[in-house]
C-alpha cells in the first residue's frame, strides 16, 4: 500500500518551455505531497510542500515563480518548471507521508533542458 | 541544522560477505531517522524508520540500529539484487513536517 504514481519518468525539452510533473496517489489519500531535487551523485534536497487545497511551502532559495505547485485534489499533486534552463536539468522527486510511518517516494522524473 | 553523514561512499563486497552501513547523525530532537534504497533513475524505497536509541528493526538480509549519534544498517549474507545506494534520512524536531534531511547515500555493489 501508500504508492505514489510520478509522470513522466523521463522528458527532454527546449530552454524557455514549461513542463509538469505529475504524483498521484493511488491507494491513499495524500493531504500532502513534499518535492525533492537531486542533482547526479549529490543527496535529496526538499523544495517545497504542497497541501491540498492552499498554497505551497517553498524552501530558502527556490523560486516559487518558477516551480509552480498545485494540490487541487487529495489524489493529485503537481510540479511546473516553468521558463526551464539547463540549470533546471535534474531528478524531481515526489513523496507523501505514509499511514504508519515514514514517507513514501514516487519514481522520479528526470528532466533535462536542452 | 540537522547533517547527515553516511560512510563509507561507496561499498564493494562478496556475495555472503556481511558489512555494515554508518549513518552518523546531528539533530535538534529526533523525530525519525530513515533508512531507504534507491536504485539508479527510481525513487527511494522505504526501507526502516526508528525513533528512539536502542530501537533495532529487521527486515530478510537488513538489519537498522539506532544509537543517539548513529545509526547503522547491517546487511548479512548479501546477495547481488541488495547492489543500490542506500540512503539514510533524518527528521529533527526543529523542523517543519515532513522536512527530510538526506546524507549523500552509500552504494553498495555486490559481487556474486
Known amino acids: 500500500g501508500a504508492v505514489v504514481s510520478q509522470h513522466p519518468s523521463w522528458v527532454i525539452c527546449k530552454s524557455g518551455t514549461s513542463v509538469k510533473i505529475e504524483c498521484r496517489s493511488l491507494?491513499?489519500?495524500?493531504?500532502?505531497m513534499f518535492w525533492y531535487r537531486q542533482f547526479p551523485k549529490q543527496s535529496l534536497m526538499l523544495m517545497a510542500t504542497?497541501?491540498?487545497?492552499?498554497?505551497?511551502?517553498?524552501e530558502q532559495g527556490v523560486e516559487k515563480d518558477k516551480f509552480l505547485i498545485n494540490h487541487a485534489s487529495l489524489t493529485l499533486s503537481t510540479l511546473t518548471v516553468t521558463s526551464a534552463h539547463p540549470e533546471d536539468s535534474s531528478f524531481y522527486i515526489c513523496?507523501?507521508?505514509?499511514?504508519?510511518?515514514?514517507?513514501?517516494f514516487g519514481s522520479g522524473t528526470r528532466l533535462t533542458v536542452v | 541544522e540537522d547533517q547527515v553523514t553516511q560512510s563509507p561512499e561507496a561499498l564493494r563486497l562478496q556475495e555472503g560477505e556481511s558489512s555494515s552501513l554508518n549513518c552518523s547523525y546531528t539533530?535538534?530532537?529526533?523525530?525519525?531517522l530513515f533508512w531507504y534504497r534507491q536504485d539508479p533513475g527510481k525513487g527511494p524505497e522505504f526501507l526502516f524508520t526508528?525513533?528512539?536509541a536502542g530501537e533495532e528493526k529487521e527486515k530478510e538480509r537488513l538489519k537498522a540500529t539506532l544509537t543517539k549519534k548513529e545509526s547503522f544498517l547491517h546487511i548479512t549474507a548479501p546477495k547481488p539484487e541488495d547492489s543500490a545506494t542506500y540512503l539514510c534520512?533524518?527528521?529533527?524536531?526543529?523542523?517543519?513536517?515532513?522536512?527530510?534531511?538526506f546524507g549523500q547515500g552509500t552504494i553498495l555493489t555486490v559481487h556474486p
Open positions: 513523496s507523501a507521508p505514509r499511514r504508519l510511518d515514514g514517507y513514501t
Open positions: 491507494d491513499f489519500q495524500a493531504t500532502t
Open positions: 504542497s497541501n491540498e487545497g492552499s498554497k505551497a511551502t517553498y
Open positions: 539533530v535538534s530532537g529526533l523525530r525519525g
Open positions: 526508528l525513533y528512539s
Open positions: 534520512a533524518v527528521q529533527g524536531g526543529g523542523t517543519s513536517y515532513g522536512k527530510l534531511t
